[in-house]
């Protein structure tokens, strides 16, 4: 068996690997695609001591670093289920069952997407996801944000002040974000929110985003605006589906961790965008998955041993 079984390669499980062969203890990774978000971003520019790269160049970093290390790196293999013990199972999409002393789950999140024409042609040319990385490109332009949650609003406050104006588009005919964020916004003057806004498509000049187009969901009528890019705030989705009913989740789906990365079950120890951690990005799960290695570590010199 392992020692340590981290599943999941992006920044997390790779801080995660590299910490837990440090102690010179078996360790393995499966990783459905090792590197995760991170192969999905051009421009990194808030990792911090590297001024800018970009996320192939970071995430081949992150697996050469790790394969310095006598890691076992079992790639494009996905993880279906996990089962307690004094071993603990993995099991496969391909069949086979791995069991380990200690577990790291580090399998990521991935956004919610409008699924609208030109989303995934202008992904990265002005279609943005994550306010705090992408948010300086955008300095003095105009740009929407999708969803008037918590995020969306608090998205919309944020770009508030780097941007030169912000059109919020919500759904349905009320913000579900808290009060006090709703008041913020509406005290600023480059904010507008406009509800029952359903987005129909993405429009670009072939190279960058150039507006949107909107259905007022009260009168049916279209509309555009003029934007140079969009910010999708309608959620950010855990990877846990094959998780459920094994492990303790909150009501959004993520695995609730105490501030050692513990799970609800002996040995499992979890970290990144997965788990209850606030704020999702890199330097952060970078240092969850450290922490979840360490505390790995300390449950198995206090195992007796099998
Ligand atoms: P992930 O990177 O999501 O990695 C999850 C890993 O688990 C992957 O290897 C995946 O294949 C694997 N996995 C999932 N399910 C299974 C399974 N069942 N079995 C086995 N393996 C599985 N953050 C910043 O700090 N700066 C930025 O500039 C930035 N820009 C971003 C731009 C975009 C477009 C996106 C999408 C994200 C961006 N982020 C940025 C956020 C950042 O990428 C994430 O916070 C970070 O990657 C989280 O790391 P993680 O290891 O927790 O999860």
Redesign the pocket.
């Known amino acids: 068996p392992y020692d340590v079984l981290i ?9 995660a690997a590299i910490y837990a062969a440090r102690k010179g203890i078996r360790t393995g990774v ?18 911090i001591s590297v001024n800018e790269t970009d ?1 192939p160049g970071l995430a081949a970093n992150l697996e050469q670093h790790v394969l310095s290390y006598d890691v076992d790196v079992m790639n494009s ?4 289920k996990l089962t307690a013990g004094d071993l603990i199972s993995v099991e ?2 391909n069949g086979a069952t791995l069991k380990s002393r200690s577990v790291i789950l ?6 919610r997407e409008m699924n609208v024409p030109g989303e995934q042609e202008y ?2 040319k002005g279609v ?3 306010p ?3 948010g300086p490109l955008f300095k003095g332009k105009r740009v929407a944000v999708i969803g008037g949650g918590n995020s969306g609003i608090e998205a919309a406050i944020d770009l508030a002040g780097i941007v030169e104006h912000v059109t919020v588009l919500e759904f349905s005919d009320t913000l579900r974000a808290d009060a006090i964020l709703q008041r913020k916004a509406n005290s600023m003057s480059n904010i507008t929110i406009i509800k029952q806004a359903l987005t129909t498509d993405v429009s670009g000049d072939g190279q960058r985003v150039t507006g949107l187009n909107y259905t007022d969901r009260a009168t049916n009528e279209p509309h555009y605006v003029e934007l140079a890019g969009i910010f999708v705030q309608i959620g950010l989705i855990p ?1 846990t ?2 998780l459920q009913g094994d492990i303790e989740l909150s009501k959004h789906g993520e695995i609730v961790i105490d501030n050692r990365g513990q799970t609800s079950i002996p040995g499992v120890f979890a ?5 209850t951690v606030p704020y ?7 240092g ?2 450290s922490t979840a290695a360490l505390s790995a570590f300390d449950h198995l010199i206090r195992s007796p041993l099998i």
């Open positions: 599943v999941g390669g992006g920044p997390a499980g790779a801080a499966i990783a459905d695609r090792f590197g995760g978000q991170v192969l999905d971003t051009m421009s990194i520019e808030n990792f996320g293999q996905k993880a279906k496969l999409e580090s399998t990521g999140a991935r956004w992904r990265g943005a996801y994550c705090h990385c992408d990877n589906e094959w970290a990144g965008d997965v788990t999702k990005q890199i330097i952060i799960a970078m969850a998955g």
